[in-house]
């Protein structure tokens, strides 16, 4: 089987080959049918995200260990089982839950595996699915996802529960406008689910006019340049006053700042990107204003048991994806790097 792996931080990813492994225990081997290239895939590769005033936070450090397999938003067809596996059968397609615990923490034991202070994500700090074929540890991080495209499916492993995770932080998601920071994959994966959800109205933020425009047909009710000199003005004019849930899906010095300084009172500035930065807040106003700042890490695996049940209710999120032949992983993850892509990129195995 093939594998596109980091060798080194900084390098594109290097293709390598080993036999096919076979599955112990409880485990469950898929042949991939779709994996979803993901920003953080970037970061990933370089080995860091920038901590703002020059800090670094390795990955190294976070227990990252290389040669790794890349690729945490996959889509599979099981192939073969172990011997204590249970609740799957050869030829189910699945879709991955790749935020995996260790299981016997705190946080694992209440179902939060995205918690768990010694994540075995796959696709992170373990193989991933951008290979011909996955090794799953648990079939309880598999969702069947009957007659679904593979390719429109898989970005909901990370996307699809990192948005889903943080659009449940807003407690007024039905009654007020949310603000969303960031329209690429992400930002759109957001608008669609915001409005399955029930969701007021989406006013989405981003400093490129194409994806403000891909937002716009997205659904989102108005759209801010985030770059302009008075997007916080703008954005307080279109919430009436000030957001009352603001999702920042970049995660930069600039969106963190348009974002908290977007709030109502009482308002609440949910983080989710991992671009990078930091941001320096006085502290009397977060008491006197009563605003919230919380980061959200992708999801647990009861909220992707209640996305998938969503989205098998009300259908896949609209998202544009392309999809490309796996080979072509470097290629995509530079796209990516560039800004050049409006949506998802998915690859295929099965295509090259
Ligand atoms: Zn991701
Ligand atoms: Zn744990």
Redo the contacts with the bound molecule.
């Keep these: 089987m093939r594998m596109f792996q980091v060798c080194t931080c900084g390098q594109p990813l290097q293709c390598n080959e080993q036999a096919t492994p076979e599955p112990k225990g409880a485990e469950v081997l898929l042949k991939v049918l779709a994996a979803g290239v993901c920003h953080s895939d970037l970061h990933l590769a370089d080995g860091w995200f920038d901590l703002g005033g020059g800090k670094r936070l390795s990955l190294a450090d976070r227990g990252m260990k290389l040669p790794v397999t890349l690729g945490h938003e996959n889509v599979g067809e099981v192939v073969a089982l172990g011997p204590d596996a249970k609740g799957v059968k050869v030829g189910d397609r699945v879709l991955v839950d790749p935020w995996i615990?260790?299981?016997?923490?705190?946080?694992?034991?209440r179902n939060e595996?995205n918690?768990?202070?010694?994540?075995r994500s796959l696709g992170v700090f373990s193989n991933g699915g951008y290979a011909d074929y996955l090794m799953v540890p648990h079939a309880r991080y598999l969702f069947d996802i009957g007659n679904m495209s593979p390719e429109r499916a898989a970005p909901l492993a990370c996307s699809g529960v990192t948005t889903f995770g943080a659009l449940k932080k807003v407690a007024t998601l039905k009654t007020e406008p949310t603000v969303i920071i960031g329209a690429g994959g992400l930002g759109l994966m957001c608008l669609a689910l915001h409005q399955k959800m029930g969701g007021h109205s989406a006013i989405v933020v981003d400093i490129d006019p194409a994806k403000r425009d891909a937002a716009l047909k997205g659904g989102a009710k108005a759209v801010v340049d985030g770059g302009a000199a008075d997007a916080v003005d703008q954005i307080k004019r279109l919430t009436n006053g000030g957001a009352w849930g603001v999702i920042d899906l970049v995660g930069s010095s600039q969106s963190a700042r348009v974002g908290c300084d977007s709030l109502a009172k009482g308002g609440k500035y949910v983080i989710v990107g991992l671009y990078g930065g930091d941001l320096t807040v006085s502290l009397p106003p977060i008491a006197m204003r009563a605003v919230g700042i919380q980061g959200s890490y992708v999801g647990s695996v009861p909220e992707m048991a209640e996305l998938m049940e969503l989205v098998k209710r009300t259908g896949l999120p609209d998202v544009p994806v392309a999809t490309r032949p796996l080979s072509q992983v470097n290629e995509a993850t530079a796209d990516l790097r560039a800004g050049k892509i409006v949506g998802r990129v998915v690859l295929q195995p099965a295509a090259g």
């Design positions: 615990g260790c299981g016997t923490c705190g946080p694992c034991l595996d918690l768990c202070t010694a994540m």
